[in-house]
């Protein structure tokens, strides 16, 4: 059975930052896609980046392109979110999600297996 467990949320005021971190166990992700999602409330969950993880390519969501990081450690099992300048709106609780092999779509029911969630907030 694939968990995955995220960590690193906190409430952080605007433009300051914070790292996420998601460690999976159960499963060796080196073949598969890893995303991070978010929730805010009353709102949809939608997606936030994604990593191949065998080959690093990374894909965002314009809302964070150029604030927002993902990476991987293939060792450790652990795929991560670096937030920088961070806004009020990205408050939200943040999921880590996986998908066998490669995923190009972001749509939430595209992934397999989901963590439990990390709230962020940012206040203004």
């Known amino acids: 059975q694939v968990q995955l467990l995220e960590s690193g949320g906190g409430l952080v005021r605007a433009g300051g930052s914070l790292r996420l971190s998601c460690v999976a166990s159960?499963?060796?992700?080196?073949?598969?896609?890893m995303g991070w999602f978010r929730q805010a409330p009353g709102k949809e969950r939608e997606f936030v980046a994604r990593i191949i993880t065998w080959n690093g390519s990374t894909y965002y969501a314009d809302a964070v392109k150029g604030r927002f990081t993902i990476s991987r450690d293939n060792a450790k099992n652990t795929v991560y979110l670096q937030m920088n300048s961070l806004k009020p709106e990205d408050t939200a609780v943040y999921y880590c999600?996986?998908?066998?092999?490669?995923?190009?779509?972001?749509?939430?029911?595209?992934?397999?297996?989901w963590g439990q969630g990390t709230q962020v907030a940012v206040s203004s």
């Open positions: 159960g499963r060796t992700f080196s073949r598969d896609t």
């Open positions: 999600a996986g998908a066998r092999g490669v995923v190009l779509s972001t749509a939430p029911i595209a992934y397999d297996y």
